[in-house]
């Protein structure tokens, strides 16, 4: 007998995305909620439907924990993680966290069509790690693996900074 594996197509993030995410609303409102299972304090919404590069644009920032590159790449970047299930409050506030389905990133399929994610978090030594990419949501194409698109990062390190995400 062959050795058979499961594989998933692009088409799983429209159904994860704009399908399951019904509206604007409930998808900022999923990024709220991830601020707040990392323990964010403050997010600030802006929409500028104007944007002289993008034409209409969204920001979610907070100044939650963030993540490193090996939380972005372990958690956000795979689908159906069970972290918060295995770790369901969050570390600094003990906040029973809200998200478990890790549909909040594909909510942002709904907002547009383009990504950009930065997030930096305190490592053990001191140091501040900044992790920055973009999603072109365009490339995950139905008909294709979700593996076969590639976003390229990039991580640097600073000494002083503040933790957090914006979206």
């Not at 058979?4 to 998808?27: C, I, P, Q, R």
């Not at 994610?117 to 194409?141: C, H, M, Q, S």
């Not at 139905?142 to 590639?150: E, L, Y």
Request: proline share 2%.
């Amino acid at each position: 007998m062959s050795e058979l594996k499961f594989t998933v197509d692009s088409a799983l993030l429209s159904e994860l995305g704009e399908k399951l995410v019904e509206s604007v609303h409930v998808a900022l409102l999923e990024l709220v909620k991830n601020s707040y299972d990392a323990d964010a304090r403050k997010v600030d919404i802006s929409i500028n439907t104007n944007h002289p590069k993008y034409g209409c644009y969204i920001s979610v920032v907070d100044n939650g924990s963030g993540m490193t590159d090996k939380e972005v790449q372990n958690y956000w970047m795979k689908i159906a993680t069970t972290n918060k299930v295995k770790a369901n409050f969050s570390p600094k506030y003990g906040r029973k966290r809200s998200g478990a389905k890790g549909i909040g990133r594909f909510s942002c399929r709904r907002l547009g069509s383009k990504l950009k994610l930065i997030t930096t978090a305190l490592l053990p030594d001191g140091r501040y790690e900044t992790t920055e990419f973009t999603v072109d949501w365009n490339k995950f194409i139905a008909g294709t693996n979700i593996d076969s698109v590639i976003c390229i990062g990039e991580v640097s390190y600073n000494e002083s900074n503040k933790t957090g995400t914006t979206l």
